[in-house]
């Protein structure tokens, strides 16, 4: 088992952030790599990606399980891979951003070394599911200090990968893990801060 | 072909077209020689096929195997390299080839820093058929390469091939029971490699010799900047004009230019003119687009050939959806040689022995004259639960569900022949033939499993014939098979014994060299052995190199 967090920050309420996360079809437009996905109902959808592993790219199709709807706090979600053997779970989680507190980004080659081989396989499959997206660094409010009306937006992934080549796997992936969460926390932010200002 | 522009953007005294093994040791031996050198390189990485691929290197009676007391002469060797070309060399080539290949190598490593292993107990394709062909040791791979030494070029380089699993060497391969074993390596150990980026294979040969060139010798290197012609002076070649940045870029080469740009993988229509095939598909990474058969046929080169049908081209598969940089990745087959595999024509007949490509390749080009068709093409191949069980198809694990726009399911031979549009009644009576012998590992329609480097590549060695075994446990399952060629092409540049480039005419372009897979493979004639290409890649860089410097 891995996992991967990344933690961003946004000038909106938690609950603009909530209304845009809360259905899964609008989390398709920031995953890199994004093929095509099929809501079955609010909590069950089929997704295939193209991800990068190593120096190839691969298609990965999964089901995803919404596991619980804690607004505007929290989604909960589960995964299984369908064509390719890996099992994890994963959520968003925003929080009214009003006191600095700790690192804005947890990389996870930089944790604990028991923390890290887990976190470094997560890393991997990130990308996998995100795709190539590269880097989405967002210059405004990356470093925006705490207030009224800001919200952290937290994503967080663990995979747990099976069949024999698991390792080579994981160590594979990892390079391209937390770049491409950054991408799709930071996509999201500021796709709805444009609305926000396009609006106001 | 271009004319002297009014100015040169850069002027330098050798330029080294491509960054592949060619390239390279030619630059590497004209930096020695006191030459400056620059290299131009069309793809956004350095490294070509070699940083790609296998990176085994064909050296009969070298320094390492003797380091290893392995015994092996010469004249063995040379008995070995004429029984492969089949008559087609030109042996003032071959000869000069042999001649300076152990000098070649021996040069790396003293002087690039080369960390050269033999391979121990890998055979030469023909061992035992033939005189002169050797039990193992004329193969020679590198020790793991630490990426991080190969500073700014760490990310300009592959540091793996899609072909093989990285960080692994050949002895580890082959202790761990080799490609028929695959699901038993030791992934942990290999994950900390990766981890680690400690290269093997081509990629960790390949970053070997860019480190010499790039980082020791501090030879620069243009990536993305393809060269589109050779610039020339009353018949003499003097510089290049390449493009760069949307715009042209002329570089001036004071003593010659060397192309060392591959072949044509990538043209499809030169490929189908040049290979007598009706299909082509490539391995290699996508920047082999025949650039040495334009721009050399352009200033009047000669172009020479050799028969394609026993080089080195595979049949293979796209597993949907799979890519590698930004198209669709060809991977070689290897699975017909496993036990309880084989491969079909259209009227569901075998044909050769799977395990070894030399001998299927060949087949695979056979023409019958009265029906005007190659009866083999498109090979098929056909496995069953047995094989399922034990053995990977690509990167799909036993019990991991196959994509099913590869590969067909049914649980009768008959209903499987039918879903993959081949002769039903042929394929019953092929498994009929073939299983009852093969339960006592034995193959007496081709031999399957006597070929000693079919064996100790894909060979399960728990079986009595580790290449044998029967098809009798349902479902069973087939895929279409499509050419893979790993970039090793009949066609090429005429060179002379000095690497250079012989005009239609029959004189030699002053200027110009070729080497590697940009030059005619008239040194080998008309026969291929692993390692072979690589080893003919360094060893006319190496005389190029010599020549473009003035020390011939
Ligand atoms: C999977 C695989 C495994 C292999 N394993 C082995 C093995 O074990 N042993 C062996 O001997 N051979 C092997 N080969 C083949 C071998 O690697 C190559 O034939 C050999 O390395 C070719 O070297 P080269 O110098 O001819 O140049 P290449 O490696 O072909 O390099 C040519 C370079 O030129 C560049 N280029 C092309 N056009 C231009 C242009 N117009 N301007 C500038 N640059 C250009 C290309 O991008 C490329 O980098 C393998 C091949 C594959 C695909």
Redesign the pocket.
């Known amino acids: 088992m891995a996992e991967a967090e990344y933690t961003t920050t946004a000038k909106l309420p938690i609950e603009t952030i909530w209304e845009f996360v809360k259905d899964v079809d609008h989390w398709a437009d920031f995953v890199s790599g994004y093929q095509s996905h099929e809501k079955e109902n609010d909590n069950d959808s089929i997704w295939t990606l193209k991800g990068d592993v190593g120096v190839l790219a691969r298609v990965l199709t999964f089901r995803v399980h919404v596991t619980e709807w804690a607004g505007p706090e929290r989604v909960s979600f589960e995964l299984v891979g369908l064509n390719e053997p890996m099992r994890g779970d994963g959520e968003f989680v925003m929080k009214p951003y009003r006191e600095r507190a700790g690192e804005r980004a947890t990389d996870s080659s930089r944790s604990t070394p028991q923390k890290s081989r887990l976190l470094r396989f997560l890393e991997a499959m990130i990308r996998v599911f995100l795709g190539r997206g590269g880097r989405a660094r967002r210059a405004d409010t990356a470093d925006a200090e705490p207030g009224p009306g800001m919200t952290q937006l937290t994503f967080r992934l663990r995979i747990d990968p099976g069949g024999p080549m698991a390792p080579m796997v994981n160590a594979l992936m990892k390079p391209v893990m937390l770049p491409a969460a950054e991408y799709l926390a930071n996509k999201i932010v500021s796709h709805l801060e444009a609305a926000q200002g396009a609006k106001g | 072909m271009a004319g002297k522009p009014t100015s040169w953007d850069l002027e330098t005294d050798v330029v080294a ?7 390279i040791s030619a630059a590497i031996v004209a930096r020695d020689l006191g030459r400056d050198v620059v290299v ?4 956004p990485k350095l ?4 940083g ?7 050296v009969p009676n070298n320094h390492k195997m003797r380091e290893l007391g392995i015994e092996d002469s010469d004249e063995a060797g040379r008995k070995y390299f004429e029984f492969l070309s089949a008559g087609f060399a030109d042996p003032e080539l071959m000869d000069t080839l042999l001649s300076n290949c152990k000098d070649a190598i021996e040069y790396m490593e003293q002087k690039a820093g080369v960390r050269w292993l033999a391979v121990e107990g890998l055979p030469d394709y023909y061992f035992p058929k033939v005189e002169g062909a050797h039990s193992g040791g004329r193969y020679l791979s590198v020790e793991l390469f630490d990426g991080s030494t190969l500073g700014a070029m760490q990310d300009k380089t592959w540091p793996m ?1 899609p ?1 093989i699993p990285p960080g692994v060497l050949h002895r580890e391969m082959y202790a761990w029971g080799g490609l028929a074993r695959v699901t038993e390596w030791d992934y942990e150990l290999i994950g900390k490699r990766i981890s680690e980026d400690q290269r093997s294979f ?1 990629p960790g040969m390949m970053a070997y010799f860019i480190k010499a060139a790039m980082i020791d010798r501090e030879i620069p290197a243009y990536l993305e ?4 012609e050779l610039v020339t002076e009353d018949g003499s070649v003097i510089g290049v004009r ?1 493009e760069r940045e949307g715009r042209d870029f002329f570089v001036r080469a004071r003593r010659g230019v060397v192309l ?3 072949g044509y993988d990538h043209n499809k229509e030169l490929a189908l003119q040049y290979e007598a095939m009706l299909d082509w598909n490539s ?3 996508p ?3 025949g ?1 040495n058969i334009v721009m050399g046929g352009e200033i009047g080169a000669a172009i020479a050939a050799v028969p394609p049908t026993n080089l080195a081209m595979f049949y293979g598969y796209n597993i949907p959806g799979e890519e590698a940089e930004g198209k669709p990745l060809f991977r070689a087959s290897w699975e017909c040689g496993v036990p309880h595999a084989i491969r079909v024509n259209r009227k569901g007949e075998r044909f050769c022995d799977e395990a070894t490509y030399k001998d299927y390749q060949a087949r695979l080009r056979s023409w019958d004259g009265q029906t005007q068709q190659m009866p083999n093409i498109p090979p098929t191949l056909i496995f069953d639960q047995n094989y399922r069980d034990r053995y990977p198809l690509g990167s799909y694990m036993p019990g991991q569900e196959l994509p099913k726009e590869l590969v067909e399911t049914a649980d009768t031979p008959r209903a499987l022949a039918e879903k993959l549009g081949i002769d039903a009644d042929g394929l019953e009576r092929t498994l009929a033939r073939f299983n009852p012998p093969a339960k006592n590992g034995e193959d007496p329609d081709f031999g399957r499993g006597s070929f000693a480097w079919s064996v100790r590549l894909v060979g399960d060695m728990s079986y009595k014939n580790p290449c044998v075994g029967p098809l009798d446990k349902p479902p069973y399952y087939g895929v279409r098979l499509v050419p893979v060629s ?3 092409n009949s066609h090429g540049l005429k060179t002379d014994v000095n690497g250079q480039v012989v005009h239609q005419r029959g004189h030699a372009i002053p200027g110009f060299y070729a ?4 030059a005619a493979l008239r040194d080998l004639g008309g026969g291929y052995q ?6 003919r ?1 360094i060893t006319w ?1 190496y005389i190029a190199g010599r020549q473009l410097a003035g020390k011939g």
């Open positions: 077209v491509g960054s592949g093994l060619g390239a131009l390189e069309k793809a490294g070509g096929v070699c790609y691929g296998g990176g085994e290197v064909f091939t072909h081509g900047t393809p060269v589109r390449a060392a740009i591959g391995a290699c990474p920047y082999l687009d650039d790993v970039g090793i080497v590697g897979n940009s692993s390692g072979s290409s690589n080893m890649a860089g």
